[in-house]
């Protein structure tokens, strides 16, 4: 379940003013397991792959989009941060809200998990430069190794779990308030705009504070 902070709060630093909410702790029940806004589907949705270490005592979630540039430039520093970190599993929720073709990057890197490809696929988009077409889409996922053929094919086989997917990491982001890519959630705490190195360790460590008050919540 969801329940606001009493106060507004600064977050990480003094350019960073963000509103604080935070998810609860404690066992799922059955019906908040099928709330898209349940600390489970925020934090750890099983359809989608986590990234850093899966065992890690915070969660970053961040919904983002592949042609957001705001997203690429911040990428590396946070995968930096949680490389060094070591105790960081960061969940990456496709958000295409930035027009065609974001919704079919998405669409087919969410289905290259299916060659067990999306670790590689999400690099590689998030790494290229200037906004996608489908050709260079496709020919950027053909780079990093993904039969693209097959991507496509799972794609359309897999069309309603892949749709139903998209469709909770935006009613959670409409939910959350956000309306820009990337909007982040940090352990309990929600986090819309651009961090830095300095702000996403910062944003961690009040996370782990939260978490020793919230003994269960990741």
């Known amino acids: 379940m969801m329940f606001e902070l009493a106060t507004l709060r600064r977050a990480v630093a003094a350019s960073l003013v963000g509103l604080v909410m935070a998810l609860g702790a404690g066992s799922v029940s059955a019906e908040e397991a099928d709330n898209v806004l349940s600390r489970e589907k925020v934090l750890r949705d099983p359809e989608i792959p986590a990234m850093g270490n899966p065992e890690g005592d915070i969660t970053i979630v961040e919904w ?3 042609q957001c540039p705001y997203c690429k430039k911040l990428a590396p520093e946070l995968a930096e941060v949680v ?42 988009l998030m790494t290229t430069k200037g906004r996608l077409t489908e050709t260079t889409l496709r020919e950027t996922l053909a780079k ?8 496509e094919a799972d794609m359309l086989a897999h069309k309603d779990d892949i749709e139903a997917l998209l469709k909770r990491n935006n009613d959670q982001a ?41 003994p269960k919540a990741k």
């Open 64 to 66: 983002f989009d592949y």
């Open 83 to 124: 490389k060094a970190d070591g105790k960081v599993r960061l969940v990456m929720k496709e958000w295409p809200i930035l027009g065609p073709p974001s919704g079919l990057a998405s669409r087919l890197v969410l289905a290259t998990r299916y060659q067990n490809k999306y670790d590689a696929s999400h690099k590689a």
């Open 144 to 151: 990093a190794g993904v039969d693209v053929a097959k991507a």
């Open 174 to 214: 409409e939910a959350f308030g956000f309306n820009s890519t990337p909007s982040f959630i940090i352990g309990t705490f929600r986090v819309p705009g651009v961090l830095d190195a300095a702000m996403f360790k910062r944003a961690i460590a009040d996370a782990r504070a939260m978490a020793k008050q919230q």
